[in-house]
């Protein structure tokens, strides 16, 4: 016997209640609900190895990740983990193999849900993201009532209004959080993402991998999360400076300039001015009246902050003297 180790970042609610099962106490179908991006299906994947895993061990959730059974689970063609994704439909699908990652149709399902287990022991379905359409509920319905001796559904969504009434109360339904920054963070480190990139990204990212994950995938995010925070300050409202990274300092104070150049050039010149930022020029038309030499005052400060910003300060310090800049701007107006 050992103790099984269970990889999984957050979730600890979740965590608790299936550690607190038994291979006799646990249900025959899960819906893991939450928002996008917080590791449902990750969770059920993981939940699905526990149970598939091959070498004995002392509680339910967890796993050696070396066995056959480890190995399979995780190389994706475990002939017991069937894996599907998105609207269950009805109807019929060509060459629709076990481990087919798409999307499952209901015929699939039953036929699948059908079959004996080949290593002898629990067959584990996981549906992530799923949402069935009422015909597809409808074939489904006897075995989400009861399914065959030994089979475990997990079902994920981030919307369980959306599944119907019929499907949602014969599972039991398991409440994902959100994620904290630092979870996110982790999660992102683990993939290979230099920790400061992960910290921003996280920052940005309100609780979900998904987003974190798009947030480093994405062409000017960066820019988007800076003018969030320009806009932000000056109209006095919170703004996250989780901009404000080692690598992401330079580029973010260069669009912070930008910004105020504009509007120092739209207070000067007039509507007529060509701004730099243009898809930005009605939010700064809507800024404060300020004085220009305000304005400009405040780029000499930006200024100094960019060379400050060079030497080993904390980011999270340039970005507030970067705030300070801006706000100081109502100061002998
Ligand atoms: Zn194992």
Excluded at 68 to 93: F, M, N, W
Excluded at 233 to 247: I, K, V
Excluded at 260 to 265: E, G, I, P
């Amino acid at each position: 016997m050992i103790d099984g180790r269970f990889d999984v970042v957050g979730a600890s609610g979740p965590t608790h209640f299936f550690e607190g099962l038994s291979a006799e106490t646990l249900s025959h179908g899960y819906l893991l609900a939450g928002p996008a991006g917080v590791g449902k299906k990750t969770f059920a994947l993981r939940l699905a190895q526990s149970l598939l895993c091959v070498t004995p061990k002392t509680t339910l959730l967890g796993y050696c990740g070396i066995c056959s059974g480890c190995t399979r689970v995780v190389a994706g063609v475990h002939p017991d983990l069937y894996v599907a994704e998105g609207q269950v439909k009805i109807g019929e699908r060509e060459g629709g193999g076990f481990h087919a990652a798409e999307e499952a149709t209901a015929r699939d399902l039953v036929r699948q849900l059908s079959m004996h287990s080949y290593a002898g022991g629990r067959r584990v379905f996981v549906l992530g993201d799923v949402d069935f359409t009422r015909e597809a509920a409808n074939a489904l319905l006897k075995f989400f009532e009861e399914p065959p001796a030994g089979v475990l559904l997990l079902l994920t969504t981030a919307a369980p209004a959306r599944i119907l009434p019929t499907v949602r109360s014969r599972l039991l339904e398991i409440t994902f959080p959100l994620l904290t920054s630092r979870e996110v963070a982790a999660i992102l480190e683990r993939e290979g993402v230099e920790p400061d990139l992960a910290a921003s990204a996280a920052g940005l990212a309100a609780g979900s991998v998904a987003r974190a994950r798009a947030v480093l995938d994405g062409e000017g995010t960066l820019r988007d999360a800076v003018v969030t925070w320009f806009f932000a300050t000056l109209e006095g409202a919170y703004a996250d400076p989780a901009w404000a990274t080692r690598p992401t300092l330079e580029e973010g104070l260069e669009t912070i300039k930008t910004l105020t150049r504009d509007w120092l050039a739209l207070r000067v010149g007039g509507a007529e001015v060509p701004l730099l930022a243009r898809d930005q020029s009605e939010r700064i038309g809507r800024l404060p009246q300020r004085e220009p030499a305000a304005i400009a005052r405040a780029l000499g400060a930006l200024g100094d902050a960019e060379r400050i910003a060079r030497t080993n300060v904390s980011p999270a310090l340039v970005a507030d003297l970067a705030k300070m800049a801006l706000v100081t701007t109502n100061v002998g107006a």
